[in-house]
């Protein structure tokens, strides 16, 4: 008999902890053109890697005020500790093949979606060549 409780129960804990995972709101959220001034760092070294590149578009947005016109401004990355988390969270994503290559090989324009360890990028304009 207990089994079949613990299976009942199991059961109906999935019903109530998907939507919940489904419904997780993000912690921030924003449109970014990934311009060519944010493939490389500040000495002008070439940048790879997705994580890299994103770090460099808020590092340009918030730090350098060098923004390109299609990024939207967030509070959020102001915050040093901020920035520093979004390479981690990048690495614990799952970024498509096609979203990665088009970041590291062109100019696209992305919405970033930051979750508490996770993040989402989606492409909203295939790239330009850099």
């Known amino acids: 008999m207990k089994p079949l409780i613990c299976a009942i129960w199991m059961a109906s804990t999935l019903f ?4 919940l995972e489904a419904s997780e709101k993000p912690e ?3 449109k970014a053109r990934l311009s060519a001034g ?3 760092d500040a000495s002008g070294r070439k940048l790879s890697g997705v994580a ?3 770090l460099q578009d808020r590092m340009n947005v918030h730090v350098h005020d060098k923004g390109d016109p299609e990024d939207e401004g967030e509070s959020y990355f102001a915050d040093k500790q901020n920035r520093r988390r979004l390479c981690r969270r990048v690495r614990a994503s799952k970024i498509d093949v096609k979203t990665r290559d088009a970041i590291e090989k062109g100019t ?23």
Do not use: N
């Open 38 to 40: 944010d493939h490389v």
């Open 108 to 130: 696209p324009l992305v919405r970033v979606r930051v979750f508490q360890g996770h993040i989402e990028v989606e492409l909203l304009e295939l790239p330009k060549q850099p």
């Open 28 to 30: 921030v959220e924003y």
């Open 52 to 54: 890299k590149i994103l």
């Open 16 to 19: 109530v902890v998907a939507p």
